[in-house]
């Protein structure tokens, strides 16, 4: 007897199973599936296929900061002005420049680029970050936010993005990038983007349409990729 559980216990990969855990998902409450990959456990909704880190490996404030610090580009840089084009080329279709004249970009880090490139296309952006220009914040209404390479850092995205939403206006426009994760556990371990370890929490168009909905708003674009555009539908206010 005990040597045939020996020889399950040898033949069965006890690491990197999936198995169904107790943990709910922290955007829409559904159970969660637990994984390992490289000693990090993390957790997999089955609803809105959001997955996150376990908060053991959350960075405290000092720790994200040394982390940015390392890696800021300069507004001079071609390819960074590319980099943001490609975001703006998705995003003000969407928008719409016409009837869009205020704009926030929320976490911009050192960088006011995006903010300035925003205010090119004639739309005045105002910009904020907790670390680099944290007395930016301004108690007023917005028609379009913007945030880049944002949400991956958040503890609590819902919270954040709740907060987001209550500074727009009704109908107005909450474009974010993150990259979007596989959602297929083996491609996940793969996948380069978890290796940051300030990079905690992982979405798909998915998720980001079951938390637009908790908060009455809708996704009303995505590139498949690393963009989504949200929009805080008036109508469920
Ligand atoms: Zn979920």
Redesign the pocket.
Known sequence: MWTIIYLFAILTPMKNIKTETNIK?S??Q?PTDEFENEDILYYH?K??E?IFKSPIYYSDFDTQKERYNLHQNSDESDGYIAYFQRFLDFVLPFVGTSKCNNALDFGCGVSSLLSKMLTQNGIECSYYDPIYHPNNYKNQKYQLIVSTEVFEHLHNPDETFGELLALLDDGGYLAIQTEFHPNDIEKFKKWYYHKDPTHIVFFTPK?FE?LASLFGAKVIGDNGKNMVVIQKDYRCK
């Open positions: 998902c955007l829409c559904t909704c609803g809105c959001y998720s079951v």
